[in-house]
């Protein structure tokens, strides 16, 4: 018997012989204008897939990296739908003039922000929908079933929408990328502008679709 | 929580009514078994005399020229994705429950608006050959229960007037539960509710129980959630092949119908056909149709393929038949000369409305500013239209991490060191601070009742993390995390 790495390489090998839109690359991007989340996921959010962004660490940005996501999507003039799941978006936090095209759901409960999410990821009016669960209570998060994500997933392949979903735990099955921030903000970053700070980031790649593909070539 | 149940009674029978054209009109029994033993399962109108489990022989001495057919199972996958795509159009929470039946989870949807558009649907899935009826409840079985009452649509506001009068057969007793319970001389579900669960279960015992609870309509279960459709195609094969235009319209219109459904209820149009004869010799005859303008028009589908057949001749009988719908986001609004406008503003304001039943009405929208320096203030507005342009670049760019609110603030107890704080204790946030920049003080609204003043300070603790320290006459809080 094969070992089970060779048998899973196998599968998918097959499966994207079978099925290749479902292997196929992500049809062009919303640009987040950070440039490592950018470049980590080679271009911008994909369109049509859901992106997993975990805060690893207190402090990481991923409050900062919604802030730039808000200022990309208003200069393209494009619609962003913000799932609260802890109702901690702070509108104080970005220019008053980045929030005309924001559209703010205050969850209570990360139940509301899964039924919210279906709803909003079907609708077809946003580039893109960020879910930000963080603040949610981990054992709430932990007993939401598999089967809640993979229908957003199948959803979101379905329509032209950038899904972003903000965890502080890798919490998303099958999630196509995942990146982490890890490395806390200092206090010395509290002066410079959010541009530069933004671009220096540090951003690790959990989970990449390129990377899947590119094991399917090997 | 609503619940939806759209439910078609007779469904095998219907099925195969809409399958085939030779049935409309025409007394028709569906039997089930073989030879002797067939038993009339489905009965149409029109078969005078004729009753479900009567014998096929006598149904048929007793009504001269009924049609006795069995089931036939193609035609019920047909009427069931029909009636699935008319669920998915009312939202998107949909459960296939069993043949001709499906429930709707109708969380967050306007209950108005909902009613009318169950009545249209009700009419369209009529004339599609599906009578179906519509039932709506708190409950998934309520709903049901609703449904089987429905003529062809009942929605239940009171649930206890609602039950009262229904049979106990409704609550689906065992015969030995029927028996105890007619000796009682209860014949009805306000009859047995009217009477104490714990004495009810003391009686029967737990089955006696989860009776009762039926007949309260009290049951509650977990939706198993279906996918809407993501390809719209239909198929039918002829048995035997047809020759005419007719059989193949027939069928076709019904394609139509369901798949024009299936397209709506995913928030699509058609932008292109895609029509396929499959013929007895093994050949096809395929052609493509670009629709004039992108919608889900089944007349206008069907004037285009009419028009198709009606020129189209064939070496052979025709064995099958495909159709194909090119899906397409509709055709977007034109946008204003600065603006880009709504692609669905009909979705798009739906869903909002959809959401604030969920979250509450004033929880979903746009924010906007307040003219105050006081923290968290805000409003929350109608969303725009149209997103304009950026405006002019801030004259102070943002500067720094971003703030992320926690609301309610968390309660903190603070060692200050030189005016400063040096250590967080007995809160959910606890230790020791690296560093810390402040005081900002602000205050406001001083000549008024609600005047208010705050100091914060931007902390960084020991063991790594922003966070935003506010003190006020109450004392102490974190007010969020610079993320």
């Known amino acids: ?218 | 929580m609503t619940y939806a149940v759209l439910s078609v009674p007779d469904f095998a029978l219907h099925a195969l009514r809409r399958a085939d054209p030779g049935l409309c009109g025409r007394a028709v029994a569906l039997v089930a078994g073989d030879g002797r033993k067939a038993r009339v399962a489905e009965v149409s109108p029109e078969a005078a005399g004729v009753a479900p489990g009567l014998a096929a022989a006598l149904a048929m001495s007793r009504c001269p020229g009924i049609i006795l057919r069995q089931r036939d199972p193609a035609a019920e996958v047909e009427a069931h994705r029909l009636l699935l795509a008319a669920a998915f159009t009312l939202a998107p929470r949909v459960e296939s429950t069993c043949g001709g039946c499906c429930t709707v989870d109708l969380q967050g949807a306007d209950p108005a608006r909902t009613g009318a558009r169950m009545r249209l649907l009700a009419a369209e899935l009529a004339g599609a050959g599906l009578p179906a009826r519509i039932g709506t409840g708190p409950t998934p079985l309520l709903a049901s229960y609703a449904a089987r009452c429905a003529e062809p649509v009942l929605v239940v506001s009171d649930k206890a007037a609602f039950l009262a009068p229904l049979p106990l057969a409704f609550a689906d007793p065992s015969p030995g539960q029927d028996g105890i319970l007619r000796g009682w001389g209860i014949s009805t579900l306000g009859g047995l509710t009217a009477l104490p669960k714990a004495e009810v279960g003391r009686r029967l015992g737990a089955e006696g129980v989860l009776l009762w609870e039926r007949a309260a309509g009290e049951t509650a279960r977990v939706l198993r959630l279906v996918e809407p459709a993501r390809s719209f195609a239909a198929e039918w094969a002829y048995e035997p092949p047809v020759e005419s235009t007719e059989p193949l319209l027939f069928k076709l219109r019904r394609f139509a119908e369901r798949v024009a459904l299936e397209l709506r209820g995913a928030g699509f149009v058609a932008e292109r056909l895609s029509l396929t004869l499959l013929l007895e010799d093994g050949a096809d005859h395929r052609r493509e149709f670009p629709l004039p303008e992108p919608g889900a028009d089944v007349d206008g589908w069907l004037r285009i393929l009419n028009a198709h057949l009606g020129t189209v001749r064939t070496d052979a009988r025709v064995a099958g038949v495909r159709l194909v719908a090119s899906p397409a986001r509709p055709p977007e609004k034109q946008d204003g000369l600065f603006d880009a406008g709504l692609r669905d503003p009909a979705s798009f304001w739906e869903n909002i409305a959809r959401i604030a039943a969920i979250v509450g009405d004033d929880r979903v929208g746009t924010p906007a500013p307040v003219d105050t320096h006081r923290p968290d203030a805000f409003v929350l507005e109608k969303p725009a239209e149209a997103v304009a342009p950026s405006a002019e670049s801030p004259v102070h760019p943002p500067c720094g991490p971003t703030l992320r609110r926690f609301r309610p603030p968390w309660p903190v107890r603070v060692v200050c060191d030189a005016g400063a704080p040096a250590r967080l204790e007995a809160g959910r946030l606890e230790g020791q601070v690296r560093a810390a920049l402040g005081p900002r003080r602000s205050a406001g609204d001083w000549w008024k009742p609600q005047a208010w003043s705050v100091e914060t300070w931007q902390v960084e603790m020991a063991g790594g993390g922003l966070y935003q320290l506010a003190r006020t006459d109450g004392g102490w809080c974190v007010e969020g995390m610079l993320d």
């Open chain 1, 1 to 218: 018997m094969p070992p089970p790495s060779q048998t899973v390489s196998a599968l998918r090998s097959l499966l994207a012989v079978r099925f290749p839109e479902r292997t196929r690359g992500p049809r062009g991007g919303v640009s987040a204008a950070v440039r490592p989340v950018d470049d980590a996921l080679g271009g911008g959010l994909p369109t049509g897939r859901m992106t997993e962004l975990v805060s690893a660490v207190p402090s990481g940005g991923g409050q900062t990296v919604i802030a730039k996501l808000l200022e990309a999507t208003q200069a393209a003039r494009q619609r962003l739908a913000l799932v609260d799941g802890a109702d901690g978006f702070a509108p104080e936090a970005v220019p008053a003039g980045m929030l005309r095209h924001l559209v703010w759901v205050r969850c209570r409960a990360p139940e509301q922000a899964f039924a919210a999410a279906d709803i909003l990821v079907r609708d077809g009016n946003y580039a893109a929908i960020v879910l930000d669960l963080r603040g949610c209570a981990e054992r709430v998060l932990r007993r939401s079933p598999a089967s809640a994500w993979y229908r957003l997933q199948r959803a979101a392949e379905g329509g032209s929408v950038a899904v972003l979903v903000q965890t502080t735990f890798p919490l998303v099955p099958a999630v196509p990328w995942r990146l982490v921030l890890d490395t806390p903000l200092s206090l010395a970053d509290v002066g410079t502008p959010r541009e530069t700070m933004a671009d220096r980031l540090a951003v690790r790649t959990d989970r990449s679709h390129a990377q899947a593909i590119e094991s399917l070539a090997v």
